[in-house]
């Protein structure tokens, strides 16, 4: 079964206390959901239209599980305390394998 990834690419960081707000609720959501943290807020090389603001990679089991990961209660209660505190690039992707 193929693997299910979180891309986040960060444009903007707005609100800093929101994103704070957001890393405490999000991280433990989403290590209840099965997700593991890969890469976040590291080194970044941008190409083409890139921004090289912070981006976050988190793997799951599946796809499935990666989409029931970001409709769960606790990562919209999450999103909730992030609101409009960034701009980001957010997308649910499946792996190859």
Do not use: C
Request: aromatic letters at 8%; zero cysteines; charged letters at 25%.
């Amino acid at each position: 079964m193929a693997k299910g990834y979180w891309v986040s690419a960060y444009r903007t960081i707005a609100d800093p206390e929101k994103l704070a707000a957001y890393n405490k609720l999000a991280g433990p959501a989403v290590k209840a959901a099965g997700g593991r943290l890969l890469a976040r807020g590291g080194r970044v090389v941008a190409h083409d239209a890139g921004i090289a603001e912070r981006t976050v990679l988190i793997e799951f089991d599946s796809f499935e599980k990666a989409v029931a990961a970001h409709a769960s209660a606790a990562y919209q209660e999450a999103l909730a305390a992030l609101a409009d505190g960034v701009e980001r690039d957010f997308r649910i992707i499946e792996g190859l394998d």
